[in-house]
């Protein structure tokens, strides 16, 4: 599932929906690879951690509040139920609302658009759009991948070397997500 690209005036809109594609890229990798009888299993012990489905359904979740909150003229995507989500069920809630996180930050970011503020949650403070919007976006998503890599690994069901080093490999990544170049590239 790739996401499809606004279009984006500026360098820095495009490079932002171009760079939050490759996030959700990564997301969609992780999905696909992760042993199935991983998605909700819980974690050892009395610990109230959260699945790997409740991990990867508030991803999407929090973007539709990104997206109600900072764009609401876009179609905010349904949210997901964390117990009852599918793997499936979250790539296709991840692609959509990755889709209206690259619209919302074409506008904001590519001075067009009615985006001109960022409203992380309900009870912070608005930000002025720039990339710290996506520098925050991005930390958010990174942080619960990491939370996703380490309880895949101690739930015995750690993904392949080969993907953990793939969602490194930002120049394929940025190739699958339809760009023509990359960071470092000519075209």
């Known amino acids: 599932m790739t996401m499809r690209q606004p279009k984006v005036q500026g360098q820095l809109g495009g490079a932002a929906v171009q760079i939050f594609a490759v996030n959700d890229r990564i997301n969609q990798i992780l999905i696909e690879h992760l042993d199935p009888a991983a998605w909700k299993a819980k974690a050892?012990?009395?610990?109230?951690?959260?699945?790997i489905a409740a991990i990867f359904t508030h991803m999407h979740n929090v973007r539709t509040k990104w997206v109600r909150l900072t764009a609401p003229h876009l179609k905010v995507p349904a949210q997901l139920s964390r117990t009852n989500c599918t793997p499936g069920q979250a790539r296709a809630g991840l692609a959509e609302s990755?889709?209206?996180?690259?619209?919302?930050?074409?506008?904001?970011?590519?001075?067009?658009?009615?985006?001109?503020?960022?409203?992380?949650?309900?009870?912070?403070?608005?930000?002025?759009?720039?990339?710290?919007?996506?520098?925050y976006m991005l930390a958010h998503e990174a942080h619960h991948r990491r939370q996703v890599l380490?309880?895949?690994?101690?739930?015995?069901?750690?993904l392949p070397k080969e993907v953990g080093?793939?969602?490194?490999n930002w120049e394929k990544l940025w190739k699958d997500c339809g760009a023509a170049g990359g960071p470092g590239s000519d075209s």
């Open 98 to 135: 990755a889709a209206r996180c690259g619209e919302m930050l074409a506008e904001a970011l590519g001075g067009v658009g009615r985006v001109e503020r960022f409203h992380r949650d309900g009870w912070a403070r608005p930000w002025p759009v720039g990339p710290e919007m996506l520098c």
């Open 150 to 158: 380490m309880l895949a690994h101690q739930l015995g069901f750690a």
């Open 165 to 168: 080093y793939g969602i490194w």
């Open 44 to 51: 050892p012990g009395k610990s109230k951690t959260r699945t």
